[in-house]
């Protein structure tokens, strides 16, 4: 009988947990019905807000294939059709940004020149650019320095499509001549611009304010072919030779550029550039340069590549006489020297993904001595690629000057990109 009563005493607290149990269950159910409700309620909301993104961004897309349309026949634009491009696209602020360019040299050299045997930031270029319109854009770079003053390296404005399907560049800029003269220091395989350009065209290259005219042929045979034809204003870069100091008189240049595939894995490319330039002060014309490059292309497989690249000069200032004393107290007319060449050979191979070493020969007869000897340099460098926009590179270099001095010189660089650049790291 005791037995009893403790059985139905143990039923009855069982029962009674089961009720309660039943009771959490059924108010965790209720608050997971609740929560279910207001996520289902925000998922809808989302995917109204998604309908609504996507149909504006088809009238977007409708209207900026309308703009190009009407682009493509030359039709013309109204002001409110260029703001709709600048909204849809999100071009109401330009492309910024900044490349440095910081160079350790040391310098075997009696003289002392600006930037040997120190660290220097060479050149901190500021990069800007953005679509004007439709048929236009507006690139420049202010270059800074902590051995020189601020200056404007570039200031261009790019139209495009103009008749004979040619592309126009007004104000300050790089002409198309060659592989070097072309580039920024960032696109070059070395430290330095090679001797021929330097001693010629100027120490950092050769930018000029003028107009060129940019026209791709179309050949019935697998051959690209480019043609550029420019006025610029006068005289050199920095320590260039080939022209005088006047800006007055205009430098007239062109250049035909040429590629092929020669396979799947090689490209060729060669091209001609003409100059026409003074060398002072008058009308006259005297100052022509002939230049020729090439360069071959190998990609041995997805991370190994050559690349073999050359240019050569042929400069004539034509002035084949000038006056020296005779001893007598007269003058006579004797020879002049009037022909100067220079040229580089460039030999560059990729061995790892991020690691590439290359050795390039400079050749030039100086302008500016009287000698029939020219410059001689040797030059051999390694590059770390740590990304596309950070680079390291050392490089050793041996020149045998025109006067019989020598130099040896060590430098080591880093090149470092932030922001929007249009002229990438190769």
């Avoid at 791709?216 to 610029?232: E, K, R």
């Avoid at 993904?353 to 410059?375: A, E, H, K, M």
């Amino acid at each position: 009988m005791e037995r009893l009563r403790i059985v139905g005493v143990l039923l009855c607290i069982f029962f009674l947990n089961m009720d309660h149990a039943h009771a959490d269950v059924g108010e965790e159910l209720k608050a997971l019905k609740a929560e279910m409700l207001a996520m289902q309620a925000r998922m809808k909301g989302l995917e109204e807000k998604v309908v609504q993104q996507d149909s504006a961004k088809r009238g977007y897309e409708e209207r900026i294939t309308e703009l190009e349309s009407q682009l493509a026949h030359k039709g013309p634009l109204a002001p409110s059709s260029v703001t709709t491009v600048q909204r849809a696209t999100g071009k109401w602020t330009p492309e910024i940004g900044a490349v440095a360019d910081i160079v350790g040299r040391i310098d075997s050299g009696k003289m002392d020149e600006e930037g040997s045997d120190r660290l220097s930031v060479r050149e901190l270029e500021l990069v800007l650019g953005s679509a004007v319109d439709p048929y236009s854009r507006l690139d420049a770079t202010i270059a800074f320095s902590d051995t020189e003053d601020p200056s404007l390296e570039e200031a261009y404005l790019t139209r495009f499509g103009l008749p004979f399907d040619t592309t126009a560049r007004l104000g300050k800029f790089k002409p198309k001549i060659g592989k070097a003269l072309a580039v920024h220091r960032d696109g070059l395989a070395t430290v330095d611009e090679p001797l021929v350009i330097q001693r010629y065209f100027g120490i950092e290259g050769y930018n000029k304010s003028g107009v060129d005219l940019t026209k791709n042929i179309g050949l019935p045979w697998d051959i690209s072919q480019q043609l550029s034809i420019g006025v610029l204003e006068g005289g050199n870069g920095e320590e260039g030779t080939a022209f005088g100091e006047s800006r007055r008189r205009p430098t007239f240049y062109t250049h035909l550029k040429n590629y092929i595939d020669v396979t799947e894995m090689t490209g060729l490319e060669g091209g001609f550039s003409y100059l026409a330039g003074s060398r002072d002060d008058d009308s006259a014309m005297e100052v022509r340069v002939i230049g020729l490059d090439g360069t071959l292309t190998h990609q041995f497989n997805p991370i190994q590549a050559l690349k073999l690249q050359g240019e050569a000069f042929h400069l004539n200032r034509k002035e084949s006489y000038r006056e020296e004393d005779d001893g007598l107290g007269g003058t006579i007319l004797v020879d002049s020297k009037d022909n100067f060449w220079g040229a580089y050979g460039l030999a560059d191979i990729r061995i790892l993904p991020r690691l590439s070493t290359g050795f390039r020969y400079d050749y030039v007869q100086p302008v500016d001595i009287d000698s029939n000897n020219g410059d001689n340099a040797y030059t051999g460098y390694l590059t770390f690629h740590q990304t596309e926009y950070s680079r390291w590179r050392t490089q050793f270099t041996h020149t045998d000057f025109a006067n019989s001095k020598d130099d040896n010189a060590v430098m080591l660089q880093g090149t470092f990109i932030i922001g929007d650049h249009k002229h990438k790291l190769q």
